[in-house]
């Protein structure tokens, strides 16, 4: 959120979402007069998976890693970055790929 107004890649990525499920609603399946609307709800990250468990939501979408305790809460989808890779954008460039693990926080 950025002053009430929802922003980032997560909702951008999920109103694209909306659009094709609403184009394949009513193309494929002929259902022109069903909408699907994603509504977003915000809830702080160590109340996301309780919350979805309880069913305040249908989807949680966040970095999280997979663990036992996790998935035996929740159905969690494949990492889409697997190894726990961190990106991280510096004004001084690392000369080589062992540099950035030895600044690794």
Same mark, same amino acid.
């Given at each position: 959120?950025?002053?009430?107004?929802?922003?980032?890649?997560?909702?951008?990525?999920?109103?694209?979402?909306?659009?094709?499920?609403?184009?394949? $609603? &009513?193309?494929?399946?002929?259902?022109?007069?069903?909408? !699907?609307?994603?509504?977003? *709800?915000?809830?702080? +990250?160590?109340? %996301?998976? $309780? &919350?979805?468990?309880?069913?305040?939501?249908?989807?949680? !979408?966040?970095?999280?890693? *997979?663990?036992?305790? +996790?998935?035996? %809460?929740?159905?969690?989808?494949?990492?889409?970055?697997?190894?726990?890779?961190?990106?991280?954008?510096?004004?001084?460039?690392?000369?080589?790929?062992?540099?950035?693990?030895?600044?690794?926080?």
């Amino acid at each position: 959120m950025n002053k009430g107004v929802q922003r980032g890649a997560t909702y951008d990525l999920f109103q694209q979402f909306e659009k094709d499920l609403n184009k394949r $609603l &009513a193309k494929e399946l002929k259902l022109k007069h069903l909408k !699907v609307r994603v509504v977003f *709800i915000p809830v702080a +990250r160590d109340e %996301l998976l $309780l &919350a979805l468990a309880a069913g305040k939501g249908d989807i949680a !979408v966040a970095n999280l890693t *997979i663990t036992a305790e +996790r998935q035996k %809460l929740v159905d969690l989808s494949s990492p889409l970055y697997p190894n726990n890779l961190i990106i991280e954008a510096r004004a001084k460039r690392a000369q080589a790929a062992g540099q950035l693990k030895s600044q690794r926080r």
